[in-house]
């Protein structure tokens, strides 16, 4: 039989503009597949794992060198033909390259590349069934720590050590450098609770009276615990073990005294599952009867719309929903992806799908470790051939979820789809998961839904205008009410002299009747650190950063000045740089400067900050959050983070400490920005019986968006926003594309700025904005400068992105500007 020589298109991990085709040997002809790796040479030296992307017997025309495939690593693809069509989407979309697709849709183990470093899996188990090589490979490594691929082929004297280093890595003996180390492992701790057989206080009392007699410390520690949980003012049924010890001031001796009496007992708990009530613990909980409305008629709405936004305030209990129409997709055998923005994947959570679904959820996230990531890579791609048992069918992720080789997907869930994390703004590809959740519903033929108490303006549009479906949900769980807002006008306090520190008399009165009745405060302000600024109070002087064009921020308690864009840090300055004066003042305040005047004013307050500087350490976000739950917190200070879907049972009063901050951004979203957070910070308000409270301390009481944020009218700043948009043409009359450009040089950005722009005006005319300086001018040191191009909707977009990248990679190849960088963000944030 003569077989033609058969040519293969691969995409390469690089951010090249085309696709490479190198000849397949004849002994792989019937073993090469499309979406499986291959490892190509590409380069003088340079190996890669690259993705075959098309096959075929076209003899491609030019004159260059044809390279073999060196190797085939996978026998089966490890990705379809339904994640092909989305790669080629988004490149094609966000104008990118599909190697940039192909680099962020792969865990790292999966994209070996020459430099790649690996080193010995340090939990690994080496048995004996390794081979010769791979003997040699992990002695060397046992030698030398770590290792590039380059080194082994060196070590091994052949060309490729990739076939090694995939065996390897399967056996996982080896680990890829970029693999952190930290897997999911719940966290677990002692508790301890009361045996359900004093369900009375009479049994109770004829327990402690006998206790009073024969164990004073035990009766003394039971006491303690009663007061803490069941007769406390938060009607826990448990409480932390090391906790009850040092409130009580017991011994461990007193408790197992109790313990082996079965009147207490101790028991481990993951954190973030912390009961409240005795009947906490159902599975998948009944839902309530709006709850079973909302959920019916999403299900009707689905018979015709593929997409349908549930817009339930919140608590209204929209995570039950969810964990409905997830357990009747996997009755069906279904797939379900289950996203959330970054932050919001917490173990409250985790711990919420995992009491639901148990094995049947995994995790899917950039902090998890990266075989965990390969694992589920391989459990979903396996959907039903099912080598080791248990499947994941329901995967929770964070954006980059939506790259997993899914098969069988049934629904796509989007919580809190208004939320910008769900955009990626560095590096490419720029896309926006919750878009990309809708075109992956009609590549799979499933279901999405999307779910908010504050649209995004997009997604309402699409609602308003059936394209979506629409639900609404306007009752938050048990009837609890919706929070009452109040403006509290900063301006007139000050003129008065009535500020108390940065708080006015309405905040400081709520925050004090708050801490009297024992009920829990959350105070919000979109800046971290002690002040954003310094100044020196003679000249007006105020220290920069060194790299970017930015004032540092102050942080009292490094006592350093900070910069928030790369990072760079000095010590406080004491003296101006200008005119030598001593008088440095702190301008306006952050987080930091908020918790230390809450110390000073409301000293028998317990206080924690949650805000990037307080969260960086492993766990720090989860015991905060627990810390607060259960009640050893009273007020929370803290930035954006305090707004994201948390639900606590016991605050009472929501302070937003600067409103204007939110408002005065200069961005054509920041109203529906502004009014997003406000109703998110509220959203945490509320209890059962005692409805909560909300400042918002402004110096424009009566701004229209303050108006309607008080009066709870989303549909009005909606409706005057659309009129704006429209005239102005932005989103979502229009599509937006931003071109950046960076240089080190001032002068080479300018003027390579200012002739994209005239390119573009050429084609777009009044439709090119710029270029323009962003809020911050330099960062890191280079200069940027950014160009809008407003696309209309008129089908011809992808024949106007052509014309832009066409342009852009035009000036890049143009000399003197090699040092330039040029990029598209189309759908900007
Ligand atoms: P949302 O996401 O709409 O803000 P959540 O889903 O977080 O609201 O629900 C708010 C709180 O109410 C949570 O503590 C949740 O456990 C509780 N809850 C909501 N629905 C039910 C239900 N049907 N049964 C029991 N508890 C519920
Ligand atoms: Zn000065
Ligand atoms: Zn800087």
Not at 402 to 423: A, M, R, T
Not at 593 to 602: R, S
Not at 645 to 654: I, N, P, T
């Amino acid at each position: 039989m003569i077989v033609e020589q058969l040519f293969a298109d691969v995409i390469l991990p690089l951010p090249l503009d085309y696709h490479f085709t190198y000849r397949v040997p004849s002994a792989f002809q019937f073993r090469i597949k499309i979406g499986a790796r291959v490892i190509v040479q590409f380069g003088k030296r340079k190996f890669f794992s690259a993705l075959v992307y098309k096959l075929h017997q076209n003899t491609p025309s030019g004159e260059f060198e044809m390279k073999d495939i060196d190797a085939i690593l996978d026998d089966d693809p490890i990705i379809g033909e339904n994640q092909l069509k989305i790669w080629e989407w988004i490149a094609n979309y966000y104008c990118c390259t599909l190697g940039e697709v192909y680099k962020a849709a792969l865990p790292t183990g999966l994209k070996l590349e020459s430099q790649t470093k690996i080193s010995l899996n340090p939990d690994a188990i080496i048995t004996d069934d390794l081979t010769d090589k791979e003997t040699a490979v992990v002695l060397l490594l046992e030698s030398r720590k770590t290792a590039s691929i380059q080194d082994l082929n060196q070590f091994l004297g052949q060309q490729s050590s990739f076939a090694i280093l995939k065996l390897l890595l399967e056996k996982n003996a080896v680990i890829v450098e970029e693999q952190m180390r930290e897997s999911y492992k719940p966290k677990l701790v002692s508790m301890v609770r009361l045996n359900p057989e004093y369900d009375s206080e009479e049994k109770l009392n004829a327990m402690l009276d006998l206790l009073s007699r024969k164990a004073k410390k035990q009766e003394q520690l039971l006491k303690v615990f009663l007061a803490e949980t069941l007769f406390g003012n938060l009607k826990l049924t448990e409480i932390a073990k090391k906790d009850l010890l040092q409130i009580a001031d017991a011994s461990d001796a007193a408790l197992k005294g109790l313990d082996e009496k079965q009147v207490l007992e101790v028991f481990q708990k993951e954190i973030g599952r912390i009961a409240r009530t005795h009947d906490a613990d159902l599975l998948i909980k009944e839902l309530s009867e709006p709850q079973q409305i909302a959920h019916d008629e999403i299900l009707a709405q689905f018979e015709t719309q593929q997409t349908v936004l549930l817009n339930g305030v919140t608590s209204s209990g929209k995570t039950e929903i969810y964990i409905r129409l997830i357990e009747e997709q996997l009755k069906q055998g279904k797939q379900v992806l289950y996203l959330v923005p970054e932050i919001g994947l917490t173990t409250q959570i985790i711990t919420r799908l995992k009491t639901a679904f148990g094995d049947q959820a995994g995790i899917y996230h950039s902090k998890f470790n990266d075989a965990e990531r390969v694992e589920i890579w391989f459990n979903v791609l396996n959907e039903k051939s099912g080598k080791t048992g248990q499947q994941y069918q329901v995967i929770l992720g964070a954006r980059s979820a939506i790259f997993l080789p899914f098969k069988n997907l049934g629904l796509i869930i989007v919580d809190e789809e208004h939320e910008n994390s769900y955009k990626q703004f560095d590096p490419a590809p720029r896309y926006n998961a919750r878009d990309m959740a809708i075109l992956m519903g009609n590549v799979h033929g499933a279901k999405v839904l999307l779910g908010s108490a504050t649209p995004s303006y997009e997604t309402y549009f699409n609602a308003r205008s059936n394209k979506y479906g629409l639900v609404n949900l306007t009752e938050r769980f048990q009837g609890i009410e919706m929070p009452e807002l109040f403006p509290a006008n900063t301006q007139e306090a000050y003129k008065r002299k009535q500020m108390r520190s940065v708080f006015t008399p309405e905040l400081y009165n709520e925050i004090a009747s708050a801490l009297h009745n024992k009920e829990q405060v959350i105070l919000f302000q979109n800046r971290r650190g002690f002040a954003p600024f310094v100044q020196c109070g003679k000249c007006g002087w105020i220290p920069k950063c060194r790299y970017c064009d930015v004032s540092m921020t102050y942080h009292k308690n490094r006592s350093s000045l900070i910069c928030h864009y790369c990072g760079h840090t000095t010590s406080l300055v004491v003296k101006c740089k200008e005119c030598g004066s001593d008088e440095i003042k702190t301008r306006g305040f952050g987080t930091e400067k908020i918790e230390d005047e809450i110390k000073l004013l409301f000293p028998e307050a317990r206080v924690a900050r949650m805000d990037l500087d307080t969260t960086r350490a492993k766990n720090a976000y989860e015991q905060l959050i627990w810390q607060f739950e259960t009640g050893k917190v009273d007020i929370l200070v803290g930035t954006q983070m305090v707004t994201k879907g948390l639900d606590f049972d016991h605050v009472r009063v929501v302070g937003v400490l600067n409103a204007d901050n939110l408002l005065n951004y200069p961005d054509f979203r920041s109203y529906e920005r502004s009014y997003q957070l406000i109703m998110q910070v509220s959203g945490r308000a509320g209890r059962k019986n005692n409805r909560g409270k909300v400042i918002v301390q402004t110096t424009q009481p009566n701004h229209p968006v303050i108006q309607d944020v008080i009066s709870n009218d989303y549909y009005k700043l909606f409706s005057r926003q659309m009129a704006e948009r429209k005239m102005f043409r932005y989103p979502p009359y229009y599509r937006l594309i931003k071109i950046v450009v960076k240089h080190q040089n001032k002068e080479r950005l300018d003027l390579a700025a200012m002739n994209l722009a005239t390119a573009f005006r050429n084609i777009f005319n009044k439709n090119v904005l710029g270029p323009e300086y962003p809020v911050v001018a330099r960062i890191q040191m280079w200069f940027q400068k950014e160009i809008l191009i407003k696309l209309p909707r008129d089908g011809k977009i992808q024949e106007a992105k052509t014309k832009i990248m066409e342009i852009i990679n035009r000036t890049k190849t143009q000399p003197n500007n090699s040092q330039l960088i040029i990029y598209a963000d189309v759908d900007p944030m």
